[in-house]
């Protein structure tokens, strides 16, 4: 589990509980977070090659890597825990 959420963690540390609980709660939350981590993966494996840093192959990577997190940060700042 930790590894699918790794990322969020670091990236929203200030919404640990909720992102611990929707992950065990949401499928979508737990795919949203798997996408993420792909995409992040991908784009930094671009940018390591030559030139990947400003390829249209990377900004598509970074625009969908971006619209992700904007689904997860909306999912976090809607969770209300019961």
Same mark, same amino acid.
């Given at each position: 589990?930790?590894?699918?959420? @790794?990322?969020?963690?670091? @990236? &929203?540390?200030?919404?640990?509980?909720?992102? @611990?609980?929707?992950?065990?709660?949401?499928?979508? &939350?737990?795919?949203?977070?798997?996408?993420?981590?792909?995409?992040?993966?991908?784009?930094?494996?671009?940018?390591?090659?030559?030139?990947?840093?400003?390829?249209? $192959?990377?900004?598509?990577?970074?625009?969908?890597?971006?619209?992700?997190? $904007? $689904?997860?940060?909306?999912?976090? $700042?809607?969770?209300?825990?019961?």
């Amino acid at each position: 589990m930790v590894d699918r959420i @790794r990322d969020m963690l670091a @990236r &929203f540390p200030e919404n640990e509980a909720a992102v @611990r609980q929707l992950i065990q709660d949401s499928q979508v &939350f737990d795919a949203l977070c798997q996408q993420y981590a792909d995409a992040d993966r991908e784009v930094t494996k671009i940018v390591r090659t030559e030139n990947g840093k400003t390829s249209p $192959e990377a900004r598509m990577l970074r625009d969908r890597r971006r619209a992700i997190e $904007e $689904e997860i940060l909306t999912m976090i $700042e809607g969770y209300t825990p019961v």
